[in-house]
């Protein structure tokens, strides 16, 4: 396979990729291809350009994944990307940088030959500086984590999800009283549904976790 011309859509994009390199790395994420990650002692904290599946030589349309995967609920959940940077599909919580910023919806880019890559440039770093870095921060820590969990807006997973993760979270944290509540609402909504048995595997697993004293 020949590779893309020097004006070519890859070729830009990567252009583009590499441009964005050092502002995120003087925040402190690192860099592995189409991804950056920032790591704290509870979470990752993660950046994703995601291609368009009709992206094509002549113009690739992309847009940008955020979201944190929680060591907390990966160690829980045997499901961490431990050793490798996490993509999108790890993470506990995710959004798409359109909906967190003023137009709350989701934004796709197109990128070609007559792309203005510089432009796009400014306008990605800005918004990535001004909304996905200061959002990322935010969620970092574990008690962020179990206060965002208490909302049935959590976004990035279904509501089955978010009560699991909830009374993982409590229960790590030492909120007996919120893990119960979160336990007794999974059995509710699990009884006689095809989840019933995976509910049942987590509060077996659940009641063996050790309550954190407060």
């Known amino acids: 396979m020949s590779k893309p011309g020097p004006n070519s859509a890859p070729a830009h994009f990567a252009a583009l990729l590499a441009s964005l390199r050092e502002p995120l790395r003087s925040l402190g994420f690192r860099t592995a291809g189409q991804r950056w990650t920032f790591d704290s ?10 291609r368009s599946r009709a992206s094509s030589q002549g113009a690739i349309r992309f847009t940008v994944n955020v979201g944190v995967e929680y060591r907390l609920l990966s160690n829980f959940f045997g499901a961490s990307s431990v050793g490798a940077p996490p993509k999108i599909e ?11 910023m003023p137009e709350q919806h989701d ?6 030959s007559e792309t203005d890559c510089h432009r796009l440039s400014e306008v990605l770093s800005g918004a990535l500086r001004r ?15 179990l206060q965002e969990l208490r909302l049935p807006t959590f976004r990035g997973a279904t509501a089955l999800q978010r009560l699991m ?5 409590a229960r790590a944290a030492g909120e007996s009283e919120l893990a119960q509540d979160a336990a007794s609402e999974l059995e509710r909504n699990a009884k006689g549904r095809p989840w019933e048995r995976t509910v049942e595997v987590h509060l077996r697993k659940l009641s063996q976790m ?5």
Do not use: N
């Open 41 to 50: 002692q509870d979470a990752i904290g993660l950046i994703e350009f995601q």
């Open 90 to 100: 790890h993470c506990h919580w995710r959004d798409r940088l359109g909906f967190l």
């Open 107 to 112: 934004l796709w880019w197109t990128i070609d």
């Open 131 to 145: 909304y996905a870095v200061p959002t990322i921060m935010s969620r970092l820590s574990a008690k962020e984590l």
């Open 165 to 169: 993760y909830l009374s993982v979270a």
């Open 210 to 214: 050790p309550l954190a004293k407060t």
